[in-house]
């Protein structure tokens, strides 16, 4: 059985993690604006070329993808 005092910091815990997600989903509409926006039009992001000579690298890595999509504030 749990305590009172153990049920209320869980639930301050879980409040924290949804604050903190609704401020994540927040911040990456703004890139899900943008790449609408080059789907409607259908043109491609600046960063994409990196991104296809990344693919085609041999040293390709999902880390350094990370990094590029970092860089240009997709994630």
Same mark, same amino acid.
């Given at each position: 059985?749990?305590?009172?005092?153990? /049920?209320?910091? /869980?639930?301050?815990?879980?409040? &924290?993690?949804?604050?903190?997600?609704?401020?994540?989903?927040?911040?990456?509409?703004?890139?899900?604006? &943008?790449?609408?926006?080059?789907?409607? /039009?259908?043109? /491609? =992001?600046?960063? $994409?070329?990196?991104?296809?000579?990344?693919?085609? $690298? =041999?040293?390709?890595?999902?880390?350094?993808?990370?990094?590029?999509?970092?860089?240009?504030?997709?994630?």
């Amino acid at each position: 059985m749990i305590s009172k005092k153990e /049920a209320r910091d /869980a639930m301050k815990g879980m409040t &924290t993690l949804r604050k903190e997600l609704e401020k994540e989903r927040a911040r990456l509409k703004g890139s899900m604006k &943008t790449l609408r926006k080059h789907a409607r /039009a259908g043109t /491609a =992001p600046d960063w $994409s070329e990196d991104l296809m000579k990344l693919y085609g $690298s =041999p040293d390709y890595s999902f880390g350094k993808v990370l990094k590029l999509m970092r860089k240009n504030k997709m994630l």
